[in-house]
């Protein structure tokens, strides 16, 4: 039963950097997946590929069995993503900044489900608030609710905790352990080993756009 599937997926940026190099990965229902690597390792090329940013030079990607190309939107409509950078506006309420990005994807409007991801974000009470009013970690939160607006199958994170403090580290790292109880996909990159030992089921370590290695975490630290 697999979520996601990549097969030789291949990216040669126009300046001629490999960035990925046939690639092969399934992810299944309901695991985190970590992608560890060092920096330049094609983990952000990969994540945007799936997310529809980038095109792919070769390969393909299914999403719950949606090809990428013929089925684009249903694919798209099943990821999530949050980016690295900032994709949210300050001065725009918690509430409306994530009901707007459901809307984005045509869907019906469901307050109940909303209401859910905020308060499983623990942003309920903050959802009249102006994000520049709030925290460094809560508008991270802003905006992973903002990628789970639309009900997506799968959750991408791209360095979840780049730049960010121990405190708040372990705030995220309990976050997305309560959206993997909800059933939900989710795929991080990190450069972290800690982060990929604490949150992911398995892992992926990728160097110079090669998948080298996909453990069982178990297994992984083992060899660590
Ligand atoms: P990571 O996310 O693991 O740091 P990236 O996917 O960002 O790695 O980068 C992989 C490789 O591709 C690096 O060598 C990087 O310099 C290169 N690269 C990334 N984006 C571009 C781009 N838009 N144009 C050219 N080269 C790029
Ligand atoms: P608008 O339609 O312009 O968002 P509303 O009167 O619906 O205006 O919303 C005012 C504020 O109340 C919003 O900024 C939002 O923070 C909050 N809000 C709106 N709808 C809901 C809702 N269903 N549940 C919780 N908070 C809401």
């Not at 985190?32 to 094609?42: D, K, R, Y």
């Not at 997310?51 to 409509?77: I, P, S, Y």
């Not at 900032?86 to 725009?92: P, R």
């Not at 972290?192 to 992984?220: Q, S, T």
């Amino acid at each position: 039963d697999v979520a996601l599937s990549i097969r030789g997926l291949r990216k040669a940026y126009a300046s001629g950097t490999e960035a990925l190099k046939a690639v092969d990965l399934d992810i299944a229902h309901g695991e985190i997946f970590a992608l560890l690597g060092p920096n330049g390792a094609g983990k952000t090329t990969l994540i945007s590929i799936v997310c529809g940013l980038v095109t792919a030079t070769g390969g393909e990607v299914l999403v719950n069995g949606c090809h990428w190309r013929d089925q684009f939107k249903a694919a798209r409509r099943q990821i999530g993503l949050v980016p690295q950078e900032m994709n949210i506006d300050v001065f725009e309420p918690v509430w409306n900044t994530v009901a707007f990005s459901r809307e984005l994807f045509g869907l019906k409007r469901d307050d109940a489900y909303l209401e859910g991801v905020l308060k499983d974000l623990t942003l309920w009470d903050k959802r009249k608030a102006i994000l520049k009013e709030l925290s460094g970690g809560m508008k991270r939160r802003v905006m992973i609710a903002k990628a789970l607006a639309h009900e997506p199958k799968i959750l991408f994170l791209d360095e979840p905790t780049a730049g960010v403090d121990v405190e708040l580290r372990k705030e995220m790292w309990a976050m997305v352990r309560k959206l993997k109880e909800r059933g939900t996909t989710i795929i991080l990159t990190t450069h972290y080993i800690e982060e990929a030992e604490e949150m992911a089921d398995r892992v992926g370590v990728i160097n110079k756009g090669e998948l080298i290695l996909v453990e069982e975490k178990a297994e992984l630290m083992k060899k660590l």
